[in-house]
Structure formats: C-alpha cells, structure tokens
C-alpha cells in the first residue's frame, strides 16, 4: 500500500500501530515469563532473551538485569547446566588459537598483533631473519598452575591453531611484507618446525587464518586477504578461498565465493564443514553490506564438498551497535551443537542452526574445548582467558580424544 491509501488509512486508524506493539510485547512476555520459564527454571545468572522493538523502545536483549546467560531456546539449558560459571583464568592478549594439548594439560594461543622494531630474531619460521614489523607470539598456559609462557616471541604473524593426529601443532602463519603466509608444523617438544604448504599452482597463501584436521589426516584451512586489507601485505595473490592440504602436501582449493573466509569446523561425523564469513570486517573497518554469516556444506563421500547453504546470519544479542554479530572462531560439541566467537560472547547454535543462547563476554574472538572431560569452554577475547564447565564435550579433537577421561 503506498501513498494517499496508505496516508488514509493512518487517519482513519490512528492507533493501529499502538496495539500492534502493545500485542507484540504482550506475546513476548507471556512467552518469558509464562509456560516457558515455569516448565525450564533458569540457573543462577542466567536470563531470558526478549525481542525488543524499536518503534515501541523496546529493549533486545535480556530481561532482567547482569545477565550472565541469555537463553534463547531450552535446549541451551541443558549445556549450562544447573550452576554454570564463567571465571577469568587470566589477563592476556589472547587473541587466536585456542588449543588444547593434553600431555602437559596446557592451552595453546596467539596473542594480539602489534608493531615491532626490530626484523631479526628467534622466530617460529624456517628461516630464522624473517619477521618482519608486525608480530604475534605464541604461547602457551599451565591448566594446572595458570603459568604462561612464550613458546615463539616473534612469529610470521601466527594465527589459527590446531593439533595434528600425532599431537603436533599445526600454525596458520600469515606472512608479511613479500613473504607468503603458510601453514607451519611444530614438534611441540622440540620445538622443531617445518612448513606443510605455502603456495596453491604457485600463488602465494594470502593469510592463513584457521585450521583443522580430519580424521583421515588431512588439513583444511582458510585463507582471506586480511593480511593486504589490514596493510602488512603489499597485494593479494588469489582471492579468499578454502583449501586442503591432502596427506601427499598437494594442496586443493575446496570452497570459494567467500568475502572473508575465517572459522571453520567439522561436524562430529564430518559430514559437514562449517565455515565463517566475517566479510563485515573489511580491515580494520566495518561494512554494513557485506557478510556476518555462518555456511555448511555437505562432506561427500569422495571428500569433496556440495550444498552449500547459509547457516545462520548472526547478530548482536542485544542488538547494540554496530548490531551485527562477527562470527570468527567456531567449534562443535559431541551432540553437533555449533559455538562462535562474537563481540558480544560466545554464541551457540543447534546442528540446524537454532540460535540456543548466549555466554555473555565482550569481544570473543576464538575458543576451544580442554580438560579431561574436554567440557571445559576456555574462551579467548584479546585481553584475557575465560573458562565455563558444559554439560557438554568438545568434538574433532583427534589427538586430545585419545586422553579423554570418561
């Protein structure tokens, strides 16, 4: 309806618009507070989420105050469970990572990037003069006795992590300047390292920036052009895709048509591959237009990879500026639920992509499953390390499993 009609029918129904948001609010809060909450008690410092309006200054978010979990759906309750708690486990720049090494109970990490001054020193690199101006470190925390320590302190700007089947770790090395990033393999004992792969048909690696390992052995990992957008790489070589390193070091392109391909995961059967588009962060700015998505594609038998189709859109659960979510770091559990890494906390999705809830925590870049159990959450958001206990277990960590305490 547009125009005089429109115009018309305004006057003659003055408060049609009033008693739409006074039935929409109504709708909302019996849901709140009615069947729902009486039939699913929430646990200390966990909320209800309401949609909110903006016509009617309706609040998005939580519906009481200092709301710790907000809880979508009743199935996120049963993750929570009856006590759930989010503690700091220490102040750190951490920033990527997020793996779990069973043999010493420590957890791996990359730290924030910054400048540096100098462009030689003991690096993570093959080639030991390379670092350049920008730097990452590597590092490592006692679950034990809450200890860090530096494992690399000048890296190719380390990214994403993961362990081999064999208990290695595996780095997405971003490279810079006109040194390709590459994926890098590190004895963890040793601290020897080799490099896995760092070119497809002879074009350089943009910035690898996460990694996994299928249970067959081999590697899978996504490369965007943050490096150029964020301006330690002159150029960009190819566009942002998704490769696998197969078990001969042949490296295969899987998946493209991404604006910022980041997180990845597979599901627990690994019949399907999740993938995070975080084309909203352009660089070092935001673009409304583009990407804040979640894809999943089909695993087929052969490994290749079909139907692709959009997961979830993911927003800000509060619906505060920028109001749209970025999901960077992703992870499964056992029961192929779906965590992401989100400005707002870690937000959590059913195998279908049911939005289930929120653990509320600013700034969550990445996050990973560790402990006996693999039950513990420790999540990673650029000034520090969080851990909550689940009702729930970390899926597709092939080496941790073995050590796995029932």
Known sequence: MRGAAAAAQSQQHPGHHDNDGEKFLAKQLNWIHGAAKKECPLPPSACWWQQGSIIKGIPTGQSKPNCKFLVRDPEFLEILGPAPELKLVAETDAHEGGVYHPDNNEFYYSTTRHKVGYTSMITSSDEKDSAGEQNT?????????GEITTVFPVTDVANGMVLDREGNLLICQQGQGKKPGYIQRVDVKTLETSIVADNWFGAAFNSPNDVVVKSDGTIWFTDPIYAWAQGFKPEIQVEGQLYRINLDGVVDAMATNFQRPNGLAFSPDEKLLYVTDT????????????????????????????????????????????????????????????YIGSPDGVQVFSRSGKPLGLIALPDVVNLGFAGEKLNKLYILNDSSIHMIELQATGAGLHYASKFMKK
């Open 279 to 338: 084309g909203y962060l352009q660089g070092e700015e935001f673009d409304k237009g583009k990407r804040h998505h979640i894809y999943v594609y089909k695993v087929r038998e052969d490994g290749m990879l079909s139907s692709r189709r959009l997961l979830a859109s993911v927003g800000m659960y509060d619906g505060s500026a920028p109001g749209l979510g970025l999901p960077d770091g992703i992870k499964v559990d056992t029961k192929g639920r779906i």
């Open 137 to 145: 470190q590597v590092r490592k925390i006692s679950l034990d006795t």
